[in-house]
């Protein structure tokens, strides 16, 4: 199994660029979340999706879009970059619930 | 990845020694309570979890305390391994029973000295 995958690693945008960011798991999880990290600080949560065909804002929503493709799959769209996006932003999973998570690699953004 | 550690508490032990690494919570109706470790580059990695009706549970090397009176978190590393050198955040609950979200600590860098 590779658990929790998540593409691109790295990706360098302007200004006003859209992207894409692309999570996938191969465990069956129920539910799935997009966390952003920034230097010296915990991790925050931006979207999640409880189950298969449902999305909720977390913490710090504002300037992104998600889609639960199915439920393998859970999209992170930036529809307009700012240099404030730069960061890491990771994709997690669990059979339910916040319960112990599993994370993917990260996709480490830089806005300029 | 490396910026992850920047800024951060750092706690620095000798090998072979226990590592204790605090964390302090803000929500007192938080029932959920879970460790993580993150090595440079890497995602967070699972640790080790407790419920509010809780107050020790143990895992292989490491064990977490909670005092929910002062809203307090522990993790105790036995036997500290140059392997163990990573941030760790603590992470709870944000806002009671049947919430998905989880709020993070800031995390504390351990190294270990060989």
């Known amino acids: 199994n590779a658990g929790v995958t998540q593409t691109p690693k790295f990706q360098v945008l302007k200004t006003g660029q859209s992207m894409t960011l692309q999570c996938a798991q191969d465990?069956?999880?129920?539910?799935m979340y997009w966390y952003r990290q920034d230097p010296g600080m915990g991790l925050r949560l931006i979207y999640y999706s409880a189950s298969e065909g449902t999305t909720d804002k977390g913490e710090v929503p504002n300037g992104y879009n998600v889609s639960r493709l199915n439920k393998r799959e859970f999209s992170l769209r930036l529809e307009s970059a700012a240099p404030s996006q730069t960061s890491v932003y990771f994709c997690?999973?669990?059979?339910?619930?916040?319960?112990?998570?599993?994370f993917g690699p990260g996709t480490r953004l830089t806005v300029t | 990845g490396e910026s992850v550690g920047l800024h951060l508490p750092t706690l620095s032990v000798q090998e072979g020694d226990n590592s204790i690494i605090n964390c302090a919570y803000s929500?007192?109706?938080?029932?959920?309570f879970i460790w993580y470790k993150q090595e440079s580059g890497k995602g967070p990695q699972f640790i080790i979890d407790?419920?509010?009706?809780?107050d020790k549970r143990q895992g292989q090397r490491v064990t977490v305390l909670l005092n929910k009176t002062v809203k307090h978190l522990s993790l105790q590393i036995a036997a500290t391994q140059p392997g163990d050198s990573a941030v760790y955040f603590c992470?709870?609950?944000?806002?009671?029973?049947?919430?998905?979200?989880?709020?993070f600590g800031k995390g504390t860098k351990l190294s270990v000295i060989p």
């Open positions: 465990m069956n999880h129920n539910s």
């Open positions: 992470a709870w609950r944000a806002s009671g029973a049947g919430s998905y979200q989880l709020t």
């Open positions: 929500n007192s109706a938080s029932d959920y």
């Open positions: 407790i419920r509010s009706n809780m």
């Open positions: 997690a999973s669990t059979w339910t619930g916040p319960y112990e998570q599993y």
